[in-house]
């Protein structure tokens, strides 16, 4: 199996993920294909498909951000069991993340990611593909480390129609087990980085925003 990086969406491999995308995720959880130009382009923002036989049967994206010493999973697609894919994505994510802050002279800290909340919302769709199951995912995620952030979150729809997504929980996967809070601060900056393309923020993502204003921490729960 090849960890193959994608930077183009003239990339043949490129269709192949997206559509792989479309079958796993649900529309409001997927940017349009021609809109995948500038992300990929943009050095900062890794996407690496996992091939096998010519074929994409995974995929995973991710972002390195020096200045806070963090990274943040977009997703992780396992196309086909049986092929030890999430295992394969996971750790060569993980060669690479700590490759990239040792080049910036930092030690990761962690690493965000949204994860499905299927006690909250029951109508996700995981492209026949059992290990997609929000359910496994959840259990696979805490098995890697995540923990729950503790508060309520929401996120702006990437159709950036104003939409609130809900039924999500933002963890955070500490570098060091004994870590059991983050900095507020931390979270907001980077949630106003990251959706800093979307320009229709809905009410309630600004609200939760506020709220983050006013705390110092937040506890990570288990997930």
Same mark, same amino acid.
């Given at each position: 199996m090849?960890y193959?990086?994608?930077?183009?969406?003239?990339? @043949?491999?490129?269709?192949k993920?997206h559509?792989?995308?479309?079958?796993?995720? +649900? @529309?409001e959880?997927?940017?349009?294909?021609?809109l #995948?130009?500038?992300?990929?382009?943009?050095?900062s923002i890794?996407? *690496?498909v996992?091939?096998?036989?010519?074929e994409?049967?995974?995929?995973?994206?991710?972002?390195?951000y020096?200045q $806070?010493?963090?990274?943040?999973?977009?997703?992780?697609?396992?196309?086909k069991?049986?092929?030890?894919i999430g295992?394969?994505?996971?750790?060569k994510?993980?060669?690479d993340? &700590?490759q990239?802050?040792?080049?910036?002279?930092k030690?990761l *800290?962690?690493?965000?990611?949204?994860?499905?909340n +299927?006690q909250?919302?029951?109508?996700?769709a995981?492209?026949?593909?059992y290990?997609?199951? +929000?359910y496994?995912?959840?259990?696979?995620?805490?098995?890697?480390?995540?923990?729950?952030?503790?508060?309520s979150?929401?996120?702006?729809s #990437? &159709?950036?129609?104003?939409?609130?997504?809900?039924?999500?929980d *933002?963890?955070?996967? +500490?570098?060091?087990?004994?870590?059991n809070a983050?900095?507020s601060?931390?979270?907001?900056d980077?949630?106003?980085?990251?959706?800093?393309?979307?320009?229709?923020?809905?009410?309630? $993502?600004? &609200?939760?925003?506020?709220?983050?204003k006013? &705390?110092d921490?937040?506890?990570?729960?288990?997930?």
């Amino acid at each position: 199996m090849e960890y193959v990086r994608i930077t183009s969406i003239e990339d @043949p491999l490129f269709p192949k993920m997206h559509t792989l995308l479309g079958e796993v995720f +649900p @529309p409001e959880e997927v940017l349009e294909f021609n809109l #995948w130009k500038e992300p990929l382009e943009d050095p900062s923002i890794r996407v *690496f498909v996992a091939v096998h036989d010519g074929e994409v049967v995974g995929s995973t994206e991710y972002r390195y951000y020096p200045q $806070w010493d963090i990274a943040m999973t977009d997703f992780t697609i396992i196309g086909k069991t049986g092929l030890g894919i999430g295992r394969f994505l996971a750790k060569k994510r993980e060669e690479d993340l &700590k490759q990239l802050a040792a080049e910036n002279g930092k030690v990761l *800290f962690g690493m965000f990611a949204e994860i499905y909340n +299927p006690q909250a919302r029951e109508d996700f769709a995981f492209g026949n593909v059992y290990a997609m199951n +929000p359910y496994v995912r959840r259990e696979v995620l805490s098995h890697l480390g995540y923990k729950r952030l503790d508060f309520s979150y929401v996120h702006p729809s #990437w &159709k950036n129609d104003g939409e609130a997504v809900e039924g999500l929980d *933002f963890c955070f996967m +500490p570098m060091n087990e004994e870590t059991n809070a983050v900095q507020s601060t931390l979270i907001v900056d980077f949630l106003t980085d990251y959706y800093s393309v979307l320009s229709n923020k809905p009410d309630k $993502w600004l &609200k939760m925003i506020d709220m983050l204003k006013q &705390k110092d921490i937040v506890k990570l729960l288990p997930l």
